[in-house]
């Protein structure tokens, strides 16, 4: 049997050696519940380390579910020390000598932990609910030719807090001050490859959908009526762009 981890920093020390596939698999697997169950202290002071370590990680053992345990793990620690990993986001979604796939990776932790923050329900999600609600009152009884709507224990949905509303204007505004702008390279390296360059249009879109869900979790947040000024701003800039569509 392997040693796994009982603390962040030992998680992390095992995500750069990356000696060892099951270690490396159990490790992985633990880090949501170590996170939850850490000091909030220690979870900061390691958070961006963390991060950084998961971001980084190869596969090299083809690890079944490497990729969704990663996601997991990511989202997990953004959501603790949302501040510190915005920026880490930020340096990997418009870092020098990144892929596509990496920088469009990124952007799915930022909608991960925006949707885990407000407690974001998606519309599959909801439709499903509202059409068993629908099949649920179908079968209520009649009296006469009216509906007892009151017969039945009605459940109250319960109410969660919107963590992510104050988190917004940081989430959304790091994103969308890079827009058009060309990816940072290396220092004394001038590059003009950005997000409206051609070969880039299916981070071009991920970026404005993410952009738009951070708005979608926002809610009501004194945020958001400039995020949504900024947003049209950005589609108006994308009127002439050649795949407009």
Same mark, same amino acid.
């Not at 920026?87 to 990144?98: A, H, I, M």
């Not at 709507?149 to 039945?152: D, E, Q």
């Given at each position: 049997p392997v040693?796994?981890p009982?603390?962040l920093?030992?998680?992390v020390h095992v995500?750069?050696k990356?000696?060892?596939a099951?270690l490396m698999g159990e490790?992985?697997t633990? $880090?949501p519940?170590?996170?939850?169950s850490s000091r909030?202290?220690?979870?900061h002071?390691m958070? &961006?380390?963390?991060l950084?370590a998961i ?5 090299k053992? *083809?690890?079944p579910?490497f990729?969704?345990?990663c996601y997991n793990? *990511?989202v997990k $620690?953004t ?5 510190r990993c915005v ?12 892929s596509?796939?990496?920088?469009i990776?990124?952007?799915h ?12 329900i998606d519309?599959?999600?909801r439709?499903?609910?509202e059409?068993? &609600?629908q099949?649920?009152?179908? &079968? ?8 007892r709507?009151?017969?039945?224990r009605?459940e109250?949905a319960?109410s969660q ?9 940081i989430?959304?505004f ?6 058009a702008k060309?990816?940072?390279t290396?220092?004394?390296?001038t590059s003009?490859v950005?997000?409206l &360059?051609?070969?880039?249009e299916g981070?071009l879109?991920r970026?404005?959908e993410?952009l738009?869900?951070l ?6 947040s ?8 900024t947003m $049209?701003? $950005?589609?108006?800039?994308l009127?002439?762009?050649k795949?407009?569509?």
């Open positions: 040693l796994v009982t603390f920093r030992d998680c995500l750069h990356n000696e060892n099951r490790t992985l633990k $880090i519940s170590l996170i939850e909030s202290d220690d979870v002071t958070a &961006t380390a963390l950084s971001l980084h990680l190869d596969d053992y *083809a690890l579910g990729s969704k345990s793990a *990511a $620690i959501v603790a020390s949302p501040s920026r880490v986001l930020l340096d990997e979604t418009f870092g020098p000598e990144r596509v796939g990496d920088r990776a990124s952007l932790i930022v909608e991960g932990a925006a949707r885990s923050l407000s407690s974001f519309n599959t999600i439709v499903e609910k059409k068993k &609600t099949k649920q009152s179908t &079968t209520s009884p009649l009296v006469g030719k009216s509906r709507w009151g017969s039945g009605r109250k319960p807090p919107n963590r992510f509303a104050p988190l917004a204007g989430f959304f790091s994103l969308s001050s890079q827009f060309p990816f940072r290396p220092r004394g390296v003009n950005s997000m &360059t051609p070969g880039f981070f879109i970026y404005i993410t738009g869900l708005i979608r979790c926002a809610r009501l004194s945020s958001t009526p400039k995020m949504c000024s $049209i701003k $950005i589609a108006l800039s009127r002439y762009h795949n407009v569509d």
